[in-house]
């Protein structure tokens, strides 16, 4: 590929939240080499841009340039003797666990969607449901290749440059552009999870589940039922099945799609209590005091079968919010959270509640924080109602000690950010003047 071939072009793009569609000058980078180049030259402030799976604004940059990386999808080299896996930071997580899952190796960390960049996995530094065994996503990247928009070619790891490592990881793309990077995959015996759904009834209950579930099984979380005076949910934990199961078929990946915007939110007040209770009785009814086998697909990415389900809540789009609050405050401040939801009348169906582990973030601006508690749901956008209730939220959070999770945030205030992300200060001699975001602008710059 030529710098004659990456001419920009105008392009509208939004984030998954769908909350805005605005103009942005995009450029594909289909390889390393040409992209560092490119980089150092641009003329407008850019910013790297995976799959667009970020909720709010930290991968938009309007009238600015978008640097599109999904282009980068190689393989680079991989140590069976280690499991260090070389590859180029457009190759997506799905990628990386349908080729080595079949030989024995995955992903230690993947959030509740694999369609999303190894480049974008580490600018977030995400988390899933086995924070408490395995941490976050930055805890296994062993190095990674930043370009900066000055040239510089950087060679990043936790030994040779600590302080350009914890900038990047979580740093939200804000101190250059990853272009290849080496993950530590581990060992697995094959695709399947022993798996188990505990129903249940208020936030005694699920903090005594998650304590007790952390030292059998790798992988918790729980589905709560917002709008239920009792707090009630669905605890669902997993653990690797440690043998191999030849006599189990291998599932058929099935992928379907929203294919239309409808016109107003599918999720709304006249849906969304019946629909809660329909979900909650309906599993609650399926499960079992035994443990079932699982696929891991089926266990860690239930929404990447309904490919643009984020279309369901209308042309107005949605609000993610997600907070991490402090062990000690965490019961009080949850249920409080939920009682402001509840009484707003506007909840939300895809409400996940979970604990993180004693690992703190190798990021500077990590979100998960040792211990803490996080919630996390999306709101139909109502415009000023919405954004009341989140402010609401916010006061709660902010009372707590606790924080929002930039990689979802569409509108959090610059002093909640700044509050919540003590290291801040240590970050901004590290940022690439020639990067920005609409986050950044909005909170940092």
């Known amino acids: 590929m030529k710098e004659r071939d990456m001419a920009a072009q105008v392009q509208s793009v939004t984030s998954w939240g769908r909350l805005w569609a605005m103009p942005h000058q995009c450029v594909a980078l289909d390889d390393p080499a040409t992209a560092s180049r490119y980089i150092g030259h641009s003329s407008l402030p850019g910013l790297a841009f995976g799959m667009g799976r970020s909720y709010g604004d930290v991968g938009l940059n309007p009238h600015g340039t978008l640097w599109q990386t999904s282009g980068m999808n190689r393989f680079v080299a991989f140590d069976a003797a280690t499991g260090d896996l070389r590859c180029e930071a457009g190759v997506l997580l799905r990628d990386i666990q349908r080729v080595f899952v079949p030989q024995g190796w995955m992903l230690p960390v993947t959030p509740g969607t694999q369609i999303v960049t190894v480049g974008g996995a580490i600018a977030n530094d995400v988390h899933g449901k086995n924070h408490h065994v395995q941490g976050s996503f930055g805890h296994h990247v062993q190095s990674f290749t930043l370009v900066r928009t000055d040239g510089q070619v950087l060679e990043c790891s936790r030994e040779r440059t600590p302080q350009w490592f914890a900038a990047t990881v979580g740093g939200m793309g804000l ?76 599932p058929h990946p099935r992928e379907r799609r929203l294919p239309f915007t409808p016109p107003f ?108 508690t996080t919630l996390a749901l999306d709101f139909p956008n109502h415009d000023t109602p919405t954004l009341a209730l989140l402010e609401r939220l916010d006061a709660i959070v902010r009372e707590a000690g606790g924080r929002i999770y930039p990689a979802k945030d569409a509108r959090m205030s610059r002093a909640l950010f700044q509050t919540g992300y003590p290291r801040l200060p240590e970050f901004l001699p590290l940022r690439d003047p020639g990067i920005g975001s609409s986050l950044s602008r909005r909170l940092i710059d």
């Not at 250059?176 to 399947?192: M, N």
């Not at 729980?222 to 997993?238: K, P, T, V, Y």
Request: hydrophobic share 40%; aromatic share 12%.
């Open 175 to 250: 101190t250059g552009v990853i272009t290849e990077a080496t993950i530590r995959l581990r060992r697995v015996a094959g695709p399947w999870l022993q798996a188990q759904t505990v129903p249940y009834a208020g936030l005694d209950e699920f903090f005594r589940l998650a304590h007790d579930s952390e030292q059998d099984w790798e992988h918790t979380v729980s589905w709560i039922d917002c709008l239920s005076s009792q707090q009630r949910g669905l605890f669902m934990r997993a653990r690797p099945l440690q043998q191999a199961r030849p006599d189990v078929p291998l």
């Open 265 to 372: 939110s599918l999720v709304n007040g006249l849906s969304l209590k019946p629909f809660n209770e329909m979900y909650y009785r309906l599993n609650a009814r399926k499960a079992r005091a035994d443990i079932g086998i699982v696929h891991y697909e089926q266990y860690s990415y239930p929404l990447d079968g309904l490919l643009e389900w984020n279309r369901m809540y209308g042309p107005k789009g949605f609000y993610q919010y997600q907070s991490a609050i402090p062990a000690a405050h965490a019961q009080a401040a949850t249920h409080a959270m939920l009682q402001e939801i509840a009484r707003s009348g506007s909840g939300s169906f895809l409400a996940v509640l979970k604990t993180f582990g004693p690992q703190a973030s190798l990021g500077m601006l990590g979100f998960p924080l040792p211990g803490a």
